[in-house]
């Protein structure tokens, strides 16, 4: 679920942000859990909660969900070629250094074999891949 996942990109318990979002423990187990759906919350939940994390309502809306759940597929699952070369791109941008053109190239090839050479993503998969790191 995306709010698993953003808590654990800012290594935040359930409770914290219960507490930061002045929302019931209770409620946020709840949301979490699947019991309660975060489309069925009120738009001052999902207003506080967004505030508490530093993000968007939008993101926790389902079309957010679907964008996550997407990018986490896109980004996994590759051949090990294109793997090798979309991790050590995104390690270069990270570290900032100076050949950063020459890891650009090499992601830039990979995506185009995998989709046109070895037909191992779609077109579509390809696109998105460029659009978020070319």
Known sequence: ?????????????????????????????????????????????????????????????????????RERTYEQGLPEYLQHDLDAYKNGMKKGVSYLDCLWGELYGSINAAQIDDGAITPEHAEYLRQKYL
């Open 1 to 69: 679920m995306i709010l698993d996942i953003l808590l654990k990109k800012q290594n935040m318990t359930k409770y914290r942000l219960a507490l930061e979002a002045g929302i019931p423990h209770a409620t946020l187990n709840d949301i979490c859990s699947g019991k309660t759906r975060l489309e069925k919350c009120s738009a001052e939940t999902i207003y506080k909660i967004a505030k508490a994390l530093g993000v968007s309502m939008e993101l926790l809306t389902e079309e957010g969900i679907r964008e996550s759940e």
